[in-house]
């Protein structure tokens, strides 16, 4: 069955992408966070120079979930991406916790990345003579080192850089595709550029001495020892969820069968190497506790010594999470859209532009949302937020392809992943998919822990915000979502 008859395509959205245009969406969306903003944090508190594994761990782990993304979107090219796949395997109500999570995903991840994004620029003003206001680029929520460990305070401060940055990347991709694809392509060039050279310039003025120890002992809970790696690598999970942004554009593929995967498993590959090979360098640089910052790149940038160098280097930065808020706004409003053409959300989320082929109201709308939070809440509260749902949401993308794979034996065509598997009483369970579901479930423990750890030390904002945020879906499905669900199917 060719891309252009497929039954499973949604109708209104446009058949404009090929695999070079999928590949620069992982990567756009891929190579950002992870390397400019949450490597620093990885290291500094959990892994130390170890955090090169963590990358790797986190890598393989995504590499597994990606598979299964590759079969189930080359044979149902829909957009909602995982949304979409656990619609038709598991029903409505599962459905709807993946996408209320994914909702919560897409939304933190951009408000991690804007407020990334001030940070570099604050950084990047700095070399020119320019000292950007505490007050308007600092989060209204800050964590204090204190004499038991870090805690939370309120600042009195605003994060409007972030804020402004995170409205901005809505506003371009409401302008519609073909825009916003021209604009990522040339920053997502920019960005590979520039880190490439960060990479080959660093390397010539590491410190091997900062390698040592390559991996800390430990001092306690998750800090250092194979402890923080797990945790580390529990944290950088999320820095690889752009291959989920290739999913939800699917449906806007001319070829999902060849060009899905492609996108998928070649940006993964891609930005896998860039990563361990960027955290390998600044580790070098840069004593690993000292690398709780917004903005490491620009950090190790400084101490290199080339005025010249690191105000190019910042300005490589700002690009590359630029592209990522761009390719996370895309897949955001993708999901919604799909969620509202079901029914589980207002029907504002699937409305498009007459002429640009946008969500345009839906993009707005959601970059709206992750401006509260970026002028609000610190990088570390996000990050823990996000890599707790996208676990769960890995784990059930892979139960849907065992789903599909049991109730389809035969079926033929498309993408498959390697390795086999095996049927019993029925139910085919794959290697790729198993290994999927215990590598998202491996991830998960050391944040849940964490999590729980903070809350009985007294932090309780992030077990109060996953709390809320849990109660408010639950009430919105009940009493919304599920009755006009159930209304359009019948």
Same mark, same amino acid.
């Given at each position: 069955?060719?891309?252009?008859?497929?039954?499973?395509?949604?109708?209104?959205?446009?058949?404009?992408?090929?695999?070079?245009?999928?590949?620069? $969406?992982?990567?756009?969306?891929?190579?950002?966070?992870?390397?400019?903003?949450?490597?620093?944090?990885?290291?500094?508190?959990?892994?130390?120079?170890? &955090?090169?594994?963590?990358?790797?761990?986190?890598?393989?782990?995504?590499?597994?979930?990606?598979?299964?993304?590759?079969?189930?979107?080359?044979?149902?090219?829909?957009?909602?991406?995982?949304?979409?796949?656990?619609?038709?395997?598991?029903?409505?109500?599962?459905?709807?916790?993946?996408?209320?999570?994914?909702?919560?995903?897409?939304?933190?991840?951009?408000?991690?990345?804007?407020?990334?994004?001030?940070?570099?620029?604050?950084?990047?003003?700095?070399?020119?003579?320019?000292?950007?206001?505490?007050?308007?680029?600092?989060? +209204?929520?800050?964590?204090?080192?204190?004499?038991?460990?870090?805690?939370?305070?309120?600042?009195?401060?605003?994060?409007?850089?972030?804020?402004?940055?995170?409205?901005?990347?809505?506003?371009?991709?409401?302008?519609?595709?073909?825009?916003?694809?021209?604009?990522?392509?040339?920053?997502?060039?920019?960005? &590979?550029?520039?880190?490439?050279?960060?990479?080959?310039?660093?390397?010539?003025?590491?410190?091997?001495?900062?390698?040592?120890?390559?991996?800390?002992?430990?001092?306690?809970?998750?800090?250092?020892?194979?402890?923080?790696?797990?945790?580390?690598?529990?944290?950088?999970?999320?820095?690889?969820?752009g291959f989920e942004t290739v999913s939800t554009a699917a449906a806007e593929t001319r070829n999902p069968q060849r060009d899905v995967p492609i996108g998928i498993l070649g940006s993964l590959a891609i930005c896998a190497t860039l990563y361990v090979l960027a955290a390998?360098? $600044?580790?070098?640089?840069?004593?690993?506790?000292?690398?709780? &910052?917004?903005?490491?790149? +620009?950090?190790?940038?400084?101490?290199?010594?080339?005025?010249?160098?690191?105000?190019?280097?910042?300005?490589?930065?700002?690009?590359?999470?630029?592209?990522?808020?761009?390719?996370? +706004?895309?897949?955001?409003?993708?999901?919604?859209?799909?969620?509202?053409?079901?029914?589980?959300?207002?029907?504002?989320?699937?409305?498009?532009?007459?002429?640009?082929?946008?969500?345009?109201?839906?993009?707005?709308?959601?970059?709206?949302?992750?401006?509260?939070?970026?002028?609000?809440?610190?990088?570390?509260?996000? +990050?823990?937020?996000?890599?707790?749902?996208?676990?769960?949401?890995?784990?059930?993308?892979?139960?849907?392809?065992?789903?599909?794979?049991?109730?389809?034996?035969?079926?033929?065509?498309?993408?498959?992943?390697?390795?086999?598997?095996?049927?019993?009483?029925?139910?085919?369970?794959?290697?790729?998919?198993?290994?999927?579901?215990?590598?998202?479930?491996?991830?998960?423990?050391?944040?849940?822990?964490?999590?729980?750890?903070?809350?009985?030390?007294?932090?309780?904002?992030?077990?109060?915000?996953?709390?809320?945020?849990?109660?408010?879906?639950?009430?919105?499905?009940?009493?919304?979502?599920?009755?006009?669900?159930?209304?359009?199917?019948?």
């Amino acid at each position: 069955m060719t891309a252009s008859t497929s039954p499973n395509r949604t109708p209104g959205l446009q058949l404009g992408l090929g695999w070079g245009s999928l590949l620069i $969406l992982g990567v756009a969306q891929i190579l950002g966070a992870g390397v400019y903003v949450l490597v620093g944090t990885a290291a500094s508190l959990y892994a130390g120079p170890a &955090v090169t594994l963590s990358f790797v761990i986190a890598g393989f782990a995504c590499l597994l979930v990606g598979l299964c993304y590759a079969e189930l979107a080359s044979n149902m090219p829909e957009s909602g991406s995982a949304y979409s796949y656990c619609r038709h395997t598991l029903g409505i109500g599962p459905a709807w916790a993946l996408g209320w999570l994914l909702f919560l995903e897409f939304s933190v991840a951009a408000s991690l990345l804007a407020v990334g994004f001030s940070g570099y620029f604050a950084s990047l003003l700095a070399d020119m003579g320019i000292a950007l206001p505490a007050a308007i680029s600092t989060p +209204a929520i800050q964590l204090l080192p204190g004499s038991t460990g870090k805690s939370l305070a309120v600042s009195g401060h605003v994060n409007l850089v972030a804020a402004g940055a995170a409205l901005g990347a809505g506003a371009i991709v409401a302008l519609g595709t073909s825009r916003s694809s021209l604009a990522n392509a040339i920053l997502v060039v920019v960005k &590979v550029l520039v880190l490439a050279s960060f990479i080959v310039v660093g390397a010539t003025a590491v410190d091997p001495g900062n390698w040592s120890p390559f991996l800390p002992p430990n001092e306690g809970g998750f800090r250092y020892g194979w402890e923080g790696v797990a945790r580390a690598a529990a944290l950088l999970f999320f820095a690889f969820l752009g291959f989920e942004t290739v999913s939800t554009a699917a449906a806007e593929t001319r070829n999902p069968q060849r060009d899905v995967p492609i996108g998928i498993l070649g940006s993964l590959a891609i930005c896998a190497t860039l990563y361990v090979l960027a955290a390998i360098v $600044l580790t070098g640089l840069i004593p690993f506790r000292e690398l709780d &910052v917004p903005d490491p790149i +620009a950090l190790a940038v400084d101490r290199i010594g080339w005025p010249q160098f690191a105000v190019v280097i910042k300005i490589g930065a700002l690009a590359g999470l630029a592209s990522v808020l761009l390719a996370n +706004a895309f897949g955001h409003s993708r999901v919604c859209y799909a969620m509202s053409r079901d029914g589980l959300l207002p029907d504002v989320f699937a409305r498009l532009h007459p002429s640009r082929n946008s969500l345009w109201i839906a993009n707005l709308l959601l970059a709206a949302l992750a401006a509260v939070n970026a002028a609000l809440l610190p990088i570390s509260v996000m +990050a823990d937020l996000i890599s707790f749902g996208v676990a769960f949401m890995f784990a059930m993308v892979a139960i849907s392809l065992i789903r599909v794979r049991s109730a389809q034996p035969e079926r033929s065509g498309g993408f498959h992943v390697p390795l086999g598997g095996v049927r019993i009483g029925g139910v085919w369970f794959g290697v790729v998919p198993v290994a999927a579901i215990v590598m998202s479930f491996a991830m998960t423990l050391p944040v849940a822990l964490d999590i729980a750890q903070q809350a009985r030390s007294g932090d309780l904002l992030p077990i109060v915000l996953l709390g809320a945020y849990a109660a408010i879906g639950a009430l919105l499905y009940r009493c919304y979502g599920r009755p006009r669900a159930l209304r359009r199917v019948a």
